[in-house]
């Protein structure tokens, strides 16, 4: 088959690998039909992820039509069109039971990433994400094996397209969860920083339910403008103003700061020249540009929610100010299967619409233009789907 493959920073390739095969009695595989390049498959692409292989397969938003079962898959049948959860749970251990799927403790044979890790069993495993995570080759692919296919594979309803169903892998139940981590109801004023895709998701869910003031910080003009557009964020492009935290501040009632911040950057955050330099120089791994600019944004009381991805230390983190402020900070992997059914009941009435957020609909084999472009915002791109088995130009 036809897969996406890692050869080093910046070299990714569309190649001819061994088909996958049934490995478990739960397995199956699954024929891919739409897959997309996620904000998380840059740092792989970036190199940042440690314990990422030379041909290790990306991809872990892919969904398609199931292909072959395993003995012991009660709930799939061959031809069934299904959606795959990133994250890879047995549906069974202590926090399945508590729906933290992405710290299930049984399917990661990885170390995971924490630092000071002592005895802790490592979260779930993820499709495509490097050794640290279970080394299970990703979706950008022709085929692919789903393990725990009794727990994660999610059916969608022939009447939606796949572009109105595929975010439901990843992206959408993660601005999902970070409005719900951000406690975002009627009338509540928010700060987005980041305006990728998960950042742009995070506007259309916080105002479905009812957000007042969605202020979004990126540098890239043509995200914002879509932003503004289509969820009426004010925009603020921090190439401009570098201090994006004070200009919203000043805009809230009394300069109290607002009622929460998503922080939907993550540990690759442009703007610190010091980090920059830090992080050039392998003294420092993450830049906490996003983080301290959440941190000050959002009033006393208030929530920091943290979809973006950060890993080991972070570069001047102000806990002292989080501390003086009360603040409540929620952050992690998405619990993905937890939120589908109420997420597909979003989708189809019509409330929310992310395929609205796709630029780019490319065939599987032009993926490492894909990747290119999408790492370096060219031609205007928010979103990449890939389509396996499509011709060049599809
Ligand atoms: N928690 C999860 O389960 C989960 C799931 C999916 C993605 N993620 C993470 O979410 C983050 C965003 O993903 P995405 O797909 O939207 O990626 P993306 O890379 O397309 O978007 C990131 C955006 O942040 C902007 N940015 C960079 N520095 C900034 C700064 N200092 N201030 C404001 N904006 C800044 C970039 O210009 C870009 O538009 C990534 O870290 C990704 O790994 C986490
Ligand atoms: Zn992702
Ligand atoms: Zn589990």
New binding site residues.
């Given amino acids: 088959m036809r897969a996406l493959t890692y050869h080093g920073a910046h070299d990714v390739r569309v190649e001819t690998v061994a088909d996958p095969a049934l490995q478990e009695p739960d397995d199956i595989i699954l024929r891919v039909t739409a897959t997309a390049i996620?904000?998380?498959d840059?740092?792989l692409y970036r190199g940042k992820i440690p314990s990422t292989e030379h041909g290790d397969i990306f991809g872990h938003e892919f969904m398609g039509i199931v292909e072959d079962t395993g003995s012991a898959v009660i709930e799939l049948h061959r031809g069934d069109r299904v959606v795959i959860p990133?994250v890879i749970a047995c549906g069974s251990c202590f926090f399945c039971q508590h729906e933290l799927f992405?710290a299930c403790e049984t399917t990661n044979t990885g170390r995971g990433s924490i630092i000071n890790k002592k005895s802790i069993p490592p979260g779930a495993a993820l499709f495509g994400y490097s050794h640290l995570y279970g080394g299970i080759p990703g979706g950008q692919a022709e085929l692919v094996r789903v393990p725990k296919a009794n727990v994660g594979p999610f059916k969608v309803p022939a009447a939606l397209t796949d572009d109105k169903v595929l975010f439901l892998s990843?992206?959408l139940p993660?601005a999902w969860?970070a409005v719900l981590n951000a406690e975002i109801g009627q009338g509540s004023s928010l700060a987005i920083?980041?305006?990728?895709?998960?950042?742009?998701l995070s506007a259309a869910c916080a105002k479905m339910l009812g957000a007042q003031t969605i202020f979004m910080?990126?540098?890239?003009d043509y995200?914002l403008a879509y932003a503004r557009d289509t969820y009426g964020v004010i925009a603020i492009n921090?190439e401009q103003d570098d201090d994006?935290a004070d200009t919203i501040i000043r805009q809230t009632p009394g300069m109290r700061g607002v009622d929460a911040v998503i922080d939907?950057?993550?540990?690759?955050?442009?703007?610190s020249t010091t980090e920059t330099v830090l992080a050039a120089l392998k003294i420092e791994g993450s830049?906490g540009?996003?983080l301290r600019?959440s941190i000050a944004a959002v009033r006393r009381g208030g929530v920091v929610s943290v979809?973006?991805?950060y890993a080991g230390f972070i570069h001047a983190f102000m806990f002292g100010d989080a501390f003086d402020k009360g603040l409540t900070f929620k952050?992690?992997?998405?619990h993905v299967q937890k939120y589908l059914p109420t997420l597909l009941e979003h989708i189809e009435a019509g409330r929310l619409q992310p395929e609205l957020i796709v630029t780019h609909r490319l065939a599987l084999e032009e993926a490492a233009q894909g990747y290119k472009m999408?790492d370096k915002?060219e031609d205007e791109c928010r979103k990449v789907i890939l389509v396996p088995g499509a011709g060049r130009g599809a």
Wanted: with cysteine; charged share 15%.
């Fill in positions: 996620c904000g998380s840059l740092h990133f992405a990843d992206i993660t969860q920083y980041g305006a990728g895709p998960v950042g742009l910080v990126d540098d890239n995200r921090f994006p939907a950057v993550g540990f690759e955050a442009k703007g830049s540009k996003a600019q979809p973006g991805v952050m992690g992997q998405t999408f915002k």
